[in-house]
């Protein structure tokens, strides 16, 4: 089969590897349709962090059951699936409590199970990540790439505004303006958020924001933007979504969060070494909430609401390109020539 694979910083290449096989009675091969190009992956693509030279990328999957193995029963050759970025069993303390992304019997989608941007991935606990879409609206293109967000984005920006407490009438902040922070913009206002204050650097995607609900936008940077905040909500405001997980951005959320508020911080940590400091949360009595999203707690409550035409993140799609040009997607988002990239196999 095709896939792309990480050849060193910079360095996509689309190769020919061998097409995973089942190997266990709860494994199934998905043949992948659509699929995606993460912020995460520019981590790196820019040589931010370590991977294995060559290996396949991506981790955002939906396609078509192909096989399954012998105890599979949620799901059978022919459905339409989605799945979350991580493996999970669905069986275990964790994933009962929700948190799937700590699952004791957790996996991914690279190395042998082929990586989620090329033709065929192997689920390793299909049972208990696949996510099947209704057979209504398994083969509508526009119900598709409404719901391909949910396998990351969405969810992810659904729990920084759970993790911030954001509920009906609540004033928050959205710290970040890539695929994350505006679906959290999109999470806050289905949770009820009177006002949403969106925080970014580019123009173009603030629009997203507004159109995707937030009332007030601030593109200033650092102290400016939080001066900025601070005069609008004279003083700040109790919930506070962290999208991006630099040391800048988490300082300009606990700069605006107002004292007794909440941090939800779901941006992967990097660029900091010399760590947060701790003292304005503790000063201010800031909670810090959040971490790595579970997205298979969330994705069928969210897709319930895309079914139904009341949530639609599509928008944060601005390039769809085919398999043979997710080189150049991945050159787009690093360059901000797009906001996140549609990949239609």
Same mark, same amino acid.
């Given at each position: 089969m095709r896939a792309a694979r990480y050849h060193g910083p910079g360095d996509i290449r689309v190769d020919e590897i061998p097409k995973p096989e089942i190997e266990s009675p709860d494994h199934a091969i998905v043949r992948v349709t659509h699929t995606a190009i993460c912020g995460s992956d520019l981590w790196f693509y820019r040589g931010a962090s370590d991977r294995e030279a060559p290996s396949p990328v991506g981790h955002e999957p939906m396609g078509i059951v192909e096989e399954v193995g012998d105890d599979v029963v949620s799901v059978e050759p022919g459905d339409r699936v989605l799945a979350p970025f991580a493996v999970s069993c669905g069986e275990c303390e964790f994933c009962r409590k929700g948190i799937h992304t700590s699952c004791v019997n957790g996996d991914g989608w690279g190395g042998d199970n082929g990586g989620g941007q090329g033709e065929y991935v192997r689920c390793t606990q299909a049972d208990g990540t696949l996510v099947k879409v209704p057979d209504r609206h398994a083969d509508d293109p526009e119900t598709l790439r409404s719901l391909l967000p949910l396998t990351d984005v969405m969810c992810t920006g659904h729990?920084? *505004?759970?993790?911030?407490?954001? =509920?009906?009438?609540?004033?928050?902040?959205?710290v970040g303006d890539g695929a994350v922070g505006l679906c959290g913009v999109l999470a806050a206002r289905r949770l009820g958020a009177?006002?949403?204050? *969106?925080?970014?650097?580019?123009? =173009?995607?603030?629009?997203?924001?507004?159109?995707f609900g937030a009332?007030?936008?601030?593109?200033?940077?650092?102290e400016e933007a939080v001066e900025a905040v601070h005069e609008r909500t004279n003083g700040g405001v109790d919930h506070v979504l962290e999208c991006v997980g630099a040391e800048s951005s988490m300082e300009t959320a606990v700069g605006v969060a107002r004292p007794g508020g909440t941090v939800g911080y779901v941006g992967v940590p990097h660029g900091m070494d010399a760590g947060v400091d701790p003292f304005p949360f503790f000063g201010d009595n800031i909670a810090l909430r959040g971490g790595v999203a579970p997205v298979r707690e969330y994705i069928e409550d969210l897709m319930a609401d895309v079914l139904q035409g009341t949530l639609d993140p599509a928008p944060v799609f601005t390039k769809t390109v085919d398999l043979d040009g997710v080189p150049e997607g991945y050159r787009a988002m690093d360059e901000r020539d797009a906001v996140k990239v549609l990949v239609e196999l």
């Open positions: 729990h920084a *505004a759970v993790s911030a407490g954001v =509920d009906a009438g609540a004033t928050c902040a959205v009177e006002r949403i204050i *969106a925080m970014g650097h580019h123009e =173009d995607r603030l629009e997203i924001a507004e159109e009332t007030d936008l601030v593109s200033a940077r650092g």
